[in-house]
C-alpha cells in the first residue's frame, strides 16, 4: 500500500480554503481533515474528536515536549497544534490527509514533513477578499482592513508553496486542486515500489 499524500493547505481568511477542503472531501472519500488539538474550552454544538480534540495545557504541554505535535501555535492564550499521531496513522493506512493551517503552521510541518505538498488558496483579487470579508457582516471594518494586512503577508509567503490554487468558482478550484493530487501520485519519488518491480523484470 503507497502511503497517503500529507497536503498543506493555507490561504487568507475569506479566500474560501475551508469551503474547498469540504467539497473536496465529498468528492473524494479517501482524503480526512486533520482534527486539530487545542486547550480552550468546547463552544456549543462543537464535538471532541470532530470539531477538535480538547485537552488540558498540562496535556498539551506535555505532548510539545515529547514531538507529539506537527505544529502548534498559541493564539489568544489557548494552544493550538496538529496531533502528529493520529496523522501518522492515516498517512500510513495510505489515506491522504489534510491540514488547513495558517502560513506559520505550514512552515512548521515543511520542517518535519519535507515530502508534503504545500497549497495556497488564493482570492481572484484583494477587491474580491475584501468583499467577502465584509459580506460576512460578522466583523468590525477595523478586523476586516486587519485582515486584509494579514493577507498581504500571508501572499509574500507564497513562493514557499509548491502550488497555487485560485478559487473565482468553488467547483473549478477544487478540480484544479483533485488535479494536483492526482500528479502528485504520479511522481517518481512516490513510485518506489513499482519501479523496482520493474527493474528487477528488466534485469
Known sequence: MNRGLLLVVSGPSGAGKGTICKALMQKKSDIHLSVSATTRSPRPGEVDGESYYFI???TF???IES?????WACFCQNYYGTPREKVEEQLAAGHDVILEIEVQ?????RSKFPEAVFVFVMPP???ELRNRLSGRGTEQPEVVEERLKTALWEFSNIEKYNYIVLNDDVDKAVD???HIIEAEKQRTERNGALIATVKERID
Open 56 to 58: 488540558s495545557e498540562e
Open 125 to 127: 483579487s484583494l477587491d
Open 176 to 178: 484544479r486542486f483533485i
Open 61 to 63: 504541554r506535555s505532548m
Open 67 to 71: 514531538g507529539g505535535f506537527i505544529e
Open 105 to 109: 503552521g505550514a512552515m512548521q510541518v
